[in-house]
């Protein structure tokens, strides 16, 4: 299942607008339409009950909740507020030479060993390269955040192995989490500053400002590493469209957003009834989790013209891979700017990319992930 969920989303969407599912309780959405719906109606489906299978009404949770995950408005919406403002636009246009300057250095070193492993060498390296910097935090303990964040996808799943093996270490990696969110830890340049900067406006609490900095190292590492594993993986197995990508670079950002249409690096998100409601007919009471699988609504053939094929001739927008409504992912324009730096380098000295060897998935209860991805490249 892990392996492949395709089949089991097509029988999903297949199954009805709203399939039950005995084993976990739960309603599940497959298709587009009511997975739409109810990502955008926060009044009836609430996020703090838990976004994984967890009800926070009834367990209490691994850690203390996102204030901006696992919360509705109105708390929800200045912890929002001062993230979009520290992601927005202006910072962004101040980091886009840096970036693809540093894409190039990296693209540059690596691509001239000609096989590599696209997983550990550019879809892991070029985030962490960037991002923790950006963030502001030390040099240290940086190998702790795909850990902890492997850790947090799996907690929003069931109870399985992947998370019993996670449980071990979660420990001392939040512990290394929540260290690096404290003002002192952290760089006055970067977004962790800017955080705390917003509580001195009292825009946030102070007691809010280092849950807020969790949040950037939280969803931060792993979606990214897994977006851009996505269109490389798309690329390598895509020649044409690699051509395609060559021939109009601008194409790059398209390129991130239909990958994650088609490969949906978060597949799953719940949400929690705050009432007796319905969804396409069906009876929902109060208290009830509903699981959307985005990967499924994401190549739901009542939404997308040949789901399954990845095209950069179409256009993506609209998928639900950063969500949708008022929790949509608030760091996809960082996402799409690392994503294209890369891109635009590769772009600009590989003329073609393929598979250099069978392609190993990483298991993870929300991601769809790589483990590793040989990639062989000709050099322009
Ligand atoms: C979207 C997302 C995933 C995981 C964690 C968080 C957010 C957070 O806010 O901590």
Redesign the pocket.
Known sequence: MLEDPLPFQGQLRETGPVVRLSAHDVYALGRYEQVHAVLRNWQSFQSAAG?GLSNFRYEKPWRPP?????ADPPHHDAPRAVLEKVLGPRALRKLHGAWFADAENLVEAVVAQREFDAITQLAQAFPLRVFPDTVGIPKSGRENLLPY?DH??NA?GPRNDLFTRGDASIGELSAWVNAQCAREVLDENGFGAAIWAAADRGDITYEQAP?VV??L???GVD?TVHGIAAVLYAFATHPEQWSRLRAAPHLARVAFDEAVRWESP?QTFFRTATRDTEVAGVPVREGEKVLMFLGAANRDPRRWHDADVFDLDRDPSGHVGF?MGL?Q?V?QHVARLEASALLSALAKRVERIELAGPAKRHHNNTLRAWESLPIRVRLV
Not at 66 to 70: A, F, G, K, T, Y
């Open positions: 976004v996102s204030l901006l995950l696992e964040g947090l996808f929003f849950l969790r949040s190292l939280s969803a979606t978060v969500g929790h992912c760091g």
